[in-house]
């Protein structure tokens, strides 16, 4: 195995003798809480565990799902009852900036729904989303609603997808680097469109300058596809995994 599987094995290996499943609670919570802590990685980890029969895999999703779903409720309370000057004091530890945050407060009313279950899919954006959509003030009922959702999406694709690949944990840690890389190119292409949108809302004017940042952003995601492809493909040839 390479370094990124194996390190994961030798970290994980003895939390999963102590703790069990509740290290894919945990480690899911911690992460939408707002810290972050690499639980995507933990999460493809021990459900590569469930293909050896270690741990099962029908008892790690539901476990997961509930932790990724307890860890967002508590980033969204602090930002709903914390506001905005605890994130603007404490954001710089989860890469949150005032500028970042404004440029998401915009999305989240705009759009808020829709980002809480897009955000899911990129850690980036996975670690700060419940928290600005408390900042945000978004209703909660609907947060809870998108968030299940999403949990539920995320939480199954990952591991169901890593169970499939069996004992090839290698190749898993491949394919989620591709679909990280995916994620990314989606998420530009959905802020593109908003920026499309906001543009030819605001100013007539601005309209081919929109049209532009969705073409280019066309452009980019398609080369960046058949870059990853490509590569994937090498990478494959050449190590034979």
Known sequence: MNGDAQHYIDLLAPYVDSYGYFVAFFGMMVENAGIPVPAESALITLSFFASQGVLKIWWIIPIAILGDTAGDNIGYAIGRFGGRPLVDRYGKYVRLNAEKLDRMEAVFREKGGRTVYFAHFLSSTRITAA?????????YRRFLAFNVVAATTFVTLIAGVTYAFGSNLDAAFRFFRIYRWAAFAVLCVIAAI?????????????????LKIIVGA??????????LYYAGHLFSTVTGV
């Open 218 to 227: 066309a452009i980019v995601v398609t080369l960046a596809g058949i870059v």
């Open 194 to 210: 908003f920026l499309y949108r906001y543009h030819q809302r605001k100013k007539d004017v601005h309209n081919r300058l929109g």
């Open 131 to 139: 928290l600005i959509a408390g900042v945000s003030h978004m209703q």
